[in-house]
């Protein structure tokens, strides 16, 4: 990361392509990644960190892109929800979200994507009680979350596995 006046030139990874940016030394992740590189799947819904709705996967944890700065992201890799998508078809988890009718309104929907993603990433055979711990960060106010368990469970007992080396 190198800094000219108060902005700051950073080499970041999203969704397996490579950018090359200057930003202003006070953009958030959340703001490079919808206004920037039009990545709008990302959503802002409290801007505090509290509702989950920015969630991404930087380095392989999720985080909360609006408490992230762009300078930190420098040298990291980022997968948002458009990152999910192979050869034009929605991953396992994306399918079983419309299939179980986890998505609602849609607003948390891809938050909540990136959280079970990152768990399953790490454990392929998560407990009930681990899949609620992960998504407790992620907030939502039209499924009543059961929609949202059921449909990361059917993943993991279904054959394509969401998993992938990172």
Known sequence: ??????????????????????????????????????????????????????????NGK??????????????????????????????????????HGATQCGFCTPGMIMSAQELLERNSNPSREEIVEAIAGNLCRCTGYEPIVEAIEAVITSKDSPRRST
């Open 1 to 58: 990361m190198k800094r000219e006046n108060n902005s700051v030139k950073i080499t970041v990874t999203v969704n397996g392509i490579e950018y090359r940016e200057t930003v202003p030394a006070h953009t958030t992740l959340l703001q490079f990644l919808r206004e920037k590189l039009l990545l709008t799947g990302t959503k802002e819904g409290c801007g505090i960190g509290e509702c989950g709705a920015c969630t991404v996967i930087m």
């Open 62 to 99: 999720s985080v909360a892109s609006c408490l992230v700065l762009a300078a930190e992201v420098d040298g990291a890799q980022v997968r948002t929800v458009e990152g999910e998508i192979r050869d034009g078809e929605l991953s396992a988890l994306q399918k079983a979200f419309i299939e």
